[in-house]
């Protein structure tokens, strides 16, 4: 898959600040700083930002997993007409959660060349092209404001006890 760099509009421009803006609020409170915003027609339904380390570790509660848990129910039908916003490339797991909730659009200001993973979204089985779909995927876009919140990721990260960044 080929990220695309489409020049961002207002409310692309407003969307990825407020998740720039949770990243440093999750850093605030002692976790790492990434954050992430869903919208559905140029509006927020939910947002978070990483919450891995507090208020105790855990390794699946990434932004993008913490925003898209709290989409109201009754708006996954319209899924496909979504767009995250997130401050990070997703991950495997982010990406696959966003894949089999139907999101229609991601938008992430810093690529992360360790752990992103737009490169697999380009080998998976023709079922996710056809039925399924995969989302739009749009970045780097900030990375002069989003690239330093990563390389604050890697610090916290190689500070734990699980180890280095060696993905």
Known sequence: ???????????????????????LEAE?????PVGAVVTLDGEVIAEAGNAVLVPA?????????EALSRVPANLWPRGR?????TTLEPCVMCAGAMLL????????????PLGGAG????RLPAYYEGGAGVP????????????PLF?????????LPCGKSNF
């Open 1 to 23: 898959m080929t990220n695309t760099h489409p020049p961002l509009d207002e409310i692309d421009f407003r969307h990825t600040h407020r998740a720039i803006h949770l990243a």
């Open 151 to 159: 390389h604050r990721v890697l610090e916290r990260f190689d500070a």
């Open 101 to 112: 909730h139907g999101v229609g659009r991601v938008v992430f200001g810093a690529l992360d």
């Open 81 to 85: 007409e979504m767009t995250v916003y």
């Open 57 to 65: 570790y855990h390794p699946g509660r990434h932004a993008e997993t």
């Open 119 to 122: 490169e697999l979204l380009a």
């Open 28 to 32: 605030g409170r002692g976790d790492l």
């Open 136 to 147: 739009e995927w749009v970045g780097p876009v900030m990375p002069e404001l989003c690239d």
